[in-house]
Nanobody
Framework: QVQLVESGGGLVQAGGSLRLSCAASRITFRIYSMGWYRQAPGKEREFVARISPSAVTSCADSVKGRFTISRDNDKNTVALQMNFLEPEDTAIYYC?????????WGQGTQVTVSS
């Protein structure tokens, strides 16, 4: 059974930084696109950032210039470096593995940004 386990969430003041990490197991990690999504209270889950198997990245306009996604295929991990955090970034952040029609999700990690 594929497992995606997120870590690194927490409480931070506006303007601060956090680094999220997602460890994948029981998956051929290097062939999957990996991504981060988030869901704020009362809102739908939304795309944050993605990195392809060849390390091409994309991100939502709302986080461009502040968040950076990276992957380590040797350690089966994907990270999201979040800088200049804003209260609007408060959400549960989910790790995602995607290939063709297959999607896997982690359980999520809470990020709370205080003003």
């Amino acid at each position: 059974q594929v497992q995606l386990v997120e870590s690194g969430g927490g409480l931070v003041q506006a303007g601060g930084s956090l680094r999220l990490s997602c460890a994948a197991s029981r998956i051929t990690f290097r062939i999957y696109s990996m991504g981060w999504y988030r869901q704020a209270p009362g809102k739908e889950r939304e795309f944050v950032a993605r990195i392809s198997p060849s390390a091409v990245t994309s991100c939502a306009d709302s986080v461009k210039g502040r968040f950076t996604i990276s992957r380590d295929n040797d350690k089966n991990t994907v990270a999201l470096q979040m800088n200049f955090l804003e209260p609007e970034d408060t959400a549960i952040y989910y790790c995602n593995a995607f290939r063709m029609n297959t999607n896997y999700w982690g359980q999520g990690t809470q990020v709370t940004v205080s003003s």
